[in-house]
């Protein structure tokens, strides 16, 4: 099965910083990524998802970027404001087409005012 | 209008007890999911169902039965619980379509097993 390694599992930065988040991902066949944002209390909400047949999708200050030869994928947030502070959740498809996600262990960002 | 809720938001219970998690959506969406979250906060897939044919069966103990009564509501039946049932359990939905649609998840229900 597929198996999505995310990096840092802590990350604190200053409000007004920039913020990036790596996945590692085991399975060539995946398809599709979306990124996740968890906050307190709360469901993971999804921020930005991109597709194997896109390199790069940015949506205001959300970017994530996509290498299929390497299998990896980053989210960059920049211009951090606190309330960008969650835990953060890379996933990756379970192959081409499948309704099935492999979750990456969360990314706590801090944004420090 | 809200569009995926689960109740109850907090439950707490013994050891051994049978509890059920309810959950609905108004979006519309042909499939639904369960989802484990641990004390580390990792997601792990339970379950889905696709029109009330269940399409991914994780290796979870077969205490844990999901029951679609129809396509808008997917409950989770907790038989025998156990301490280390203790989790947040978060439900989804997404729609059918050719490529895989982004999940929408409820706000999750902490099940507390003492």
């Known amino acids: 099965g597929e198996n999505v390694e995310q990096h840092p599992s802590t990350l604190s930065v200053q409000e007004g910083d920039s913020a990036v988040i790596k996945c590692t991902y085991s399975?060539?066949?995946?398809?599709?990524f979306p990124w996740y944002k968890q906050e307190l209390g709360k469901g993971p909400q999804l921020i930005i998802d991109?597709?194997?047949?896109?390199g790069e999708k940015k949506d205001q200050r959300i970017a994530v970027t996509l290498n299929k030869t390497a299998k990896h994928f980053s989210l960059h947030i920049t211009e951090t404001q606190p309330e960008d502070s969650a835990v953060y959740f890379c996933?990756?498809?379970?192959?081409?087409?499948?309704?099935?996600?492999?979750f990456g262990k969360g990314t706590k960002l801090s944004v420090i005012p | 209008d809200t569009a995926v809720s689960q109740t109850p938001k907090y439950l707490v219970t013994q050891m051994g007890n049978d509890k059920s998690i309810k959950c609905e959506q108004n979006?519309?969406?042909?499939?639904m999911y369960w989802y484990k979250q641990d004390s580390k906060k990792f997601l792990k897939i339970m379950f889905s169902?696709?029109?009330?044919?269940?399409?991914i069966n994780e290796t979870v103990p077969n205490r844990f039965s999901p029951k679609s009564p129809d396509k808008a509501h997917l409950n989770l039946h907790i038989n025998s619980l156990e301490l280390g049932d203790s989790a947040v359990y978060f439900c989804?939905?997404?729609?059918?379509?050719?490529?895989?649609?982004?999940?929408?998840f409820g706000n999750g229900t902490r099940l507390t097993v003492t």
């Open positions: 989804a939905s997404s729609p059918r379509g050719q490529e895989l649609s982004p999940l929408h």
């Open positions: 991109i597709r194997s047949n896109v």
């Open positions: 979006l519309g969406h042909d499939t």
């Open positions: 169902y696709n029109n009330k044919e269940l399409i």
């Open positions: 399975d060539s066949a995946s398809n599709y």
């Open positions: 996933a990756a498809s379970e192959g081409a087409g499948s309704y099935q996600l492999t």
